[in-house]
């Protein structure tokens, strides 16, 4: 059965057809790249992307593309009807993770410096984000019509924390940091800065002064705790482990994990969003470090035992959720399957308007992965007796991987978009989803 919505682009409407072989045709305007308004219309909604001067000047072709992609997607996800989950009305997020979520912690934490390109999508310089523009923290806090989030270690600036605080760190564990560890901010180490931002907000609150920068006392309980952590635990391992090893840590990593969740709930906290974890052995480092023998990949082109790892490490993960949505009948918890999305994407990465699925847009080294783990994306560094600079691709919105290890801003609103529509989640919430992401970009 085929299913109609009606799109307008610059005022002419154009019927937007579910089975359609070609986006190409059925968005012949956008590709011509003098679009400046796309509105679609459905049957609940509607949605709708203006362009800046910026966007059209700095990639017309390949946005034009992306935007039809991601429309269809936004469109998508209005087919389905609400059921009973995860209820969006937060006054607050608290956020625990690693660089997939960090919004400027370990720079701010460490001294650590990000250079140019980083953050030359959407925020015009260097941001703290591992990433060429946001994350997917940041697309979500925006499809709740919230602002970015505040890393708890950034003080300058009059950071405001009214809306929640960002405990995520780059490079952390879950598992507390060894001697060797480059990374300090473990989970336990983040829930232990929440307990303290908490207690004392709660003293601070005495100030009426301060209210418009600190979260309500009721926020604790009715916010909502976002986690995304883990990957760090096993890629860091497969430097030094056998991958039987590795396996065998996993319900120690998640024991570790359960252990902060509880310290969580015991001081008021009610709404869990989990991330599981994405594809390791697609991202380009690991590719380049593990992945020299042809034997070791998969028939995608990544390390297949990374990906091993992620599955068991997601398949407990899963469980532990389940038993936590048993055990605190008073809590939500949701998992989000952010593994089958990324795996979705990178299987599939010209359906969405991507060029590279694995290859880094900011690196050194070129084809075929362009990534050097000595020079780090905006660094230059002397290899072999010369100078060498880890720049920017000319178009990040056709990479999915941006430096190696994280994703494009690009990839980021994919995944966010596929995240948004419910169909991902345990428990599903995709008939009550009511956000539409908003493509600024």
């Known amino acids: ?136 923290v940041d697309f979500l806090m925006d499809a709740m019509d919230m602002p970015f989030l505040n890393p708890y270690l950034d003080s300058i600036g009059l950071p405001s924390f009214r809306k929640g605080c960002n405990f995520a760190a780059a490079g952390s564990t879950i598992l507390p940091p060894t001697g060797s560890s480059a990374f300090p901010f473990s989970f336990g180490i983040q829930v232990a800065q929440f307990l303290r931002f908490k207690a004392r907000v709660l003293e601070l609150l005495k100030n009426k002064k301060l209210d418009r920068y600190l979260p309500a006392a009721d926020y604790f309980a009715k916010g909502l705790y976002m986690f995304d952590i883990g990957q760090n635990d096993l890629a860091g391992a497969f430097y030094s482990k056998p991958l039987d090893q590795i396996l065998a840590s996993i319900p120690t990593i998640l024991a570790e994990f359960e252990a902060g969740i509880n310290k969580l709930y015991d001081q008021g906290a009610r709404n869990f969003w989990l991330h599981n974890t994405g594809p390791l052995g697609c991202l380009a480092q690991n590719v380049a470090n593990f992945g020299s023998d042809p034997s070791t990949l998969d028939e995608l082109g990544c390390v297949s035992s990374h990906n091993q790892a992620a599955r068991l490490l997601n398949l407990q993960l899963h469980a532990l959720c389940k038993k936590l949505q048993s055990q605190y009948s008073d809590a939500n918890v949701t998992y989000v399957d952010i593994f089958t999305i990324k795996s979705n994407l990178i299987m599939n990465y010209s359906r969405y308007g991507f060029e590279q699925p694995i290859m880094a847009c900011c690196g050194y080294g070129g084809l075929p992965l362009n990534y050097d783990n000595i020079v780090r994306c905006g660094q230059t560094k002397v290899v072999n007796g010369s100078s060498v600079t880890a720049k920017g691709c000319s178009d990040s919105t056709e990479y999915v991987n941006w430096d190696g290890i994280h994703y494009t801003e690009a990839a980021n609103q994919y995944v966010s978009s596929q995240i948004l529509t419910g169909k991902y989640s345990d428990p599903s919430f995709s008939d009550q989803m009511p956000f539409l992401l908003k493509l600024k970009f």
């Open 1 to 136: 059965m085929m299913h109609t919505k009606d799109v307008s682009v610059n005022s002419t409407r154009i019927p937007l057809v579910w089975g359609s072989s070609s986006l190409k045709q059925t968005f012949a305007a956008l590709q011509k790249g003098n679009f400046t308004r796309v509105v679609g219309t459905g049957w609940y909604s509607v949605t709708q992307y203006t362009t800046t001067a910026t966007s059209q000047a700095l990639f017309p072709q390949a946005m034009a593309l992306k935007i039809c992609v991601l429309l269809t997607i936004t469109l998508c996800s209005l087919f389905f009807r609400p059921t009973n989950s995860i209820d969006f009305n937060f006054p607050a997020i608290f956020n625990f993770g690693d660089s997939n979520s960090d919004t400027g912690g370990l720079v701010a934490g460490v001294g650590d410096r990000l250079d140019p390109p980083n953050g030359q999508i959407h925020f015009q310089k260097p941001s703290g984000r591992f990433c060429d523009g946001r994350l997917i």
